[in-house]
């Protein structure tokens, strides 16, 4: 996790210098939003696999593709060849990030289990402040290739260690097998249904970018898919947000789709409109991490005091505030760098929601189907970026449009997130675990009454 997090921060801020020196800064949206629809593709395949044989597999495969896909990229000489290499980047990223949350419900028990993914934010802390500035300088010393090329090597490191630590041993770890229940929440993806959504998602990306027909055909096209096809990806009953599983997932595609976006436009806001250094906006980022990270001990440290579909709503609270934040910084009077803090304080909201969901959803799962579960929870977190920000880019595409001044743009956007976390925190309550969500993610017999926790 720690050298999953330092090549995302690393990697990120190469990649519009990548896209201008193959020539191809028109494709950069492709580009940047390969690896987001290639993980949808890679979660489906790792929850999958780790529900066959548990986390063992695919984390491994996860990590070898990693260093493949990094040397993919390091040798770009087109812009194509790039977003080739983000993408199946994003392929090995989907099955590292669900085998990790799936090991953590198959491995470790229920009491520690909080522990563990603030350890797994904490790996995000040092990459936040070492991973941009020293890819800085060698893309500024060297080149943005020798970046890829020593991510790669490094990533080589955790691909020996699962290679010869995770061989030969046992694929799921003594967790008691429980048969399906009639009418379960849980059924399994189709792997078409998997790849339909990522090309979907990699269109509608693009799409939002300009209004042509040519984009608007994209984006269309990706809607039409999308609406198709990500149900499948899904428990059954999401989009009603019914109680357990299918209103956790729910949540994790608000929250996240929400808080992204966010983080988009603030940075865009500050180096467009408000004409901020580059340096303030990188403490933003840096930040942000940090409060996260934070926020994710907190929570770790809250597991027999405060309810977790009460940390999720207070997650939401907390991003609603940061939101007013950043829409008050359009104002001319607001110092910009006040906007900084609104990607601080919208992280500490998900350090407290994001753990607190994926605990929710091994909650509401049977033990041998957790695999599943984490795989639904990456799915939605990369559908729910994909469509508030597609969403929010359309509002903002229509009115600079309509507007001689930026400004009032990015009003329009900040507000539109109100809605997604404004849910997230009416519907948190939906995701409250019950003694039988509890007995059925133990394997253990349910009891015919339920009382809630």
């Known amino acids: 996790m720690f050298l999953t997090g330092f090549a995302a ?59 493949a896909t990094l040397l993919v990229s390091a040798t770009s000489t087109t812009i194509w060849q790039l977003a080739l290499g983000r993408f199946t980047d994003g392929i090995a990223a989907g099955l590292v990030a669900v085998s990790v949350n799936a090991a953590v419900g198959q491995s ?25 500035p020293l890819a800085g300088f060698v893309a500024t010393r060297w080149s943005w290739h020798a970046v890829f090329f020593g991510l790669a090597g490094l990533t ?43 090309v979907a998602a990699a269109l509608t990306q693009y799409g939002v970018t300009a209004w042509d027909v ?15 096809f990500a149900p499948r990806l899904l428990p059954p009953r999401t989009w009603r947000a019914g109680a357990g599983l299918p209103a956790t997932v729910l949540l994790r595609a608000l929250t996240s789709g929400a808080y992204f976006t966010l983080e988009a436009f603030v940075p865009l806001m500050l180096s467009t409109a408000r004409r901020v250094p580059g340096t303030v906006t990188g403490l933003a980022f840096t930040g942000a991490a940090l409060t996260w990270a934070g926020a994710s001990w907190v929570q770790g440290r809250l597991h027999h005091r405060v309810q977790r579909h009460r940390l999720v709503a207070v997650g939401a609270a907390i991003m609603a505030v940061a939101v007013a934040v950043a829409a008050l910084c359009t104002v001319p009077a607001v110092p910009a760098a006040v906007a900084v803090s609104s990607m601080v304080v919208a992280a500490f909201g998900m350090g407290l929601a994001t753990p607190s969901l994926t605990l929710l959803s091994l909650a509401h799962t049977p033990a041998d189907r957790q695999g599943y579960a984490s795989g639904a929870l990456q799915t939605a977190q990369n559908l729910g970026q994909t469509l508030v920000l597609m969403v929010t880019s359309a509002v903002f595409t229509a009115l600079s449009a309509a507007s001689t001044h930026q400004l009032p743009s990015f009003t329009g956007a900040f507000a539109l997130l109100m809605l997604p976390i404004a849910g997230a925190g009416c519907l948190a309550g939906r995701t409250r675990i019950m003694v039988a969500d509890r007995q059925r993610a133990a394997g253990q017999p349910v009891a015919e009454a339920d009382r809630g926790m």
């Open 214 to 228: 040519r984009h608007v055909v994209c984006a269309s096209a990706g809607v039409a898919l999308l609406v198709a």
């Open 108 to 132: 470790y028990p229920d009491h520690l289990r909080a522990r563990v993914l603030s350890l797994m934010s904490a790996c995000w802390i040092l990459p936040s402040l070492a991973g941009p």
């Open 9 to 67: 921060l690393a990697v990120m801020p190469l990649l519009p210098v990548a896209a201008r020196d193959l020539d191809g800064v028109g494709l950069y949206p492709l580009v940047a939003g390969a690896f987001v629809a290639a993980s949808l593709l890679g979660g489906v395949l790792g929850g999958a696999w780790a529900d066959r044989g548990g986390a063992r597999r695919p984390l491994t495969a996860g990590v070898i593709l990693s260093v």
């Open 156 to 198: 080589l490191i955790p691909a020996v260690a699962a290679v010869l630590l995770l061989r030969g041993r046992p694929g799921q770890p003594g967790a008691a097998r429980e048969p399906a229940r009639p009418g379960a929440s849980v059924r399994r993806p189709a792997l078409p249904a998997a790849l339909a959504v990522s």
